[in-house]
């Protein structure tokens, strides 16, 4: 998924927002002030936001991998299979439809009707 390097770069900036959060909040309780204390808290809500989106992303990143490893993912939509269904199939599947509807309606779609 994440190389170890890159894990090692999130932690270290992680803990690096933290120690600035911590220090910010100490700084509002010395000195009584209101705006050092809100910035402590954003800077520490900026690290659990780049916590969260990096779980996210190793659950994403994991998926993906998984989806790669699957051979009707690999399909390109010029390979995809068309179906000829005839006309009395046709019938018994959905409502009777008339053959000139049906006809109409191929064009549109990827199933075209042989009499």
Request: aromatic letters at 10%; glycine letters at 4%; hydrophobic letters at 55%.
């Amino acid at each position: 998924m994440f190389t170890p390097l890159i894990v090692l770069a999130i932690l270290m900036v992680v803990i690096a927002l933290v120690t600035w959060a911590l220090r910010l909040m100490q700084e509002a309780i010395e000195h009584q002030e209101f705006s050092l204390m809100l910035a402590g808290c954003l800077v520490a809500t900026a690290a659990a936001a780049i916590m969260g989106v990096y779980l996210m992303m190793g659950d994403y990143m994991g998926y993906v991998s998984q989806l790669a490893q699957r051979p009707y993912v690999t399909y390109t939509f010029s390979e995809l299979p068309i179906w000829e269904i005839q006309a009395e199939e046709m019938t018994q599947i959905s409502l009777p439809l008339r053959r000139e509807t049906l006809q109409k309606r191929a064009p549109q779609t990827f199933a075209t009707v042989n009499p």
